[in-house]
């Protein structure tokens, strides 16, 4: 009797085989590029009917993820900041059991920086593992920078004016133009007293002048 029982007891330890083969996360991945977490399993057929797989981020007790294959259901996002960046048809193996073990993250930013762990259970058995990961956004800032400056170009008059070379040991000669006024330029046309006027007028300010000139005007249609 204690003998059967001793083989029942082993057997029934040995038919849980359930071990985690490996978590694969990168430790740095580039900002906007689509990323995959895997999270690969064993398993035996008794315990196919049992699996719950479930990822965690930064040790939070909420997961972000839960897959429990048995259902057909199909994943389940439960973490708020993953509602929008998780592509739940994404199938990581073509074993219905391990069909959606990866985590794919769409368009990740540096929110999703930080520690990873998947968790994979049954009714006896439990196993897991956690890695980190770096989101870098060094390279996304370049290229939003190109972005602008290319943006700038195309808005404004990005060009470079080619200017002549100057050689400074001949220097260009300019002629100076001399604005003057030719005091008595057509004064046979005006009467003698406004020739007289206009004359003595010729030492005052230009718009003193003009006033001469239109006041002269004037005596010569006999207006004053």
């Given at each position: 009797m204690i003998k059967i029982s001793t083989f029942l007891l082993c057997f029934t330890l040995g038919v849980h085989s359930l071990s985690l083969?490996?978590?694969s996360i990168p430790?740095?991945?580039p900002a906007g590029q689509d990323l995959t977490l895997s999270c690969d399993y064993s398993y035996t057929l008794a315990e196919s009917d049992q699996i719950v797989l479930t990822w965690y981020h930064n040790g939070s007790p909420i997961p972000?993820?839960?897959w429990v294959p048995a259902l057909d259901m199909g994943p389940q996002v439960i973490h708020q900041l993953f509602q929008d960046h998780l592509d739940i048809t994404y199938e990581a193996s073509e074993d219905k059991f391990k069909k959606h073990s990866a985590l794919r993250i769409i368009n990740?930013?540096?929110r999703?920086?930080?520690n990873y762990k998947c968790r994979v259970s049954t009714f006896l058995d439990e196993v897991s593992d956690d890695k980190d990961l770096f989101i870098d956004e060094s390279s996304i800032k370049t290229d939003e920078k190109a972005q602008l400056d290319a943006?700038?170009?195309?808005?404004a008059d990005c060009f470079f004016v080619k200017k002549d070379?100057?050689?400074?040991?001949?220097?260009?000669?300019?002629?100076?133009v001399e604005k003057t006024i030719a005091i008595g330029t057509g004064i046979e046309t005006f009467s003698e007293e406004a020739a007289t006027f206009v004359y003595s007028s010729s030492n005052l300010p230009l718009g003193n002048i003009?006033?001469?000139l239109l006041a002269s005007a004037l005596i010569m249609l006999g207006c004053l």
């Open positions: 083969d490996e978590v430790t740095s991945h972000i993820y839960q990740p930013d540096q999703f920086s930080g943006y700038l170009c195309n808005s070379a100057v050689d400074v040991d001949t220097p260009v000669d300019f002629e100076p003009l006033l001469v």
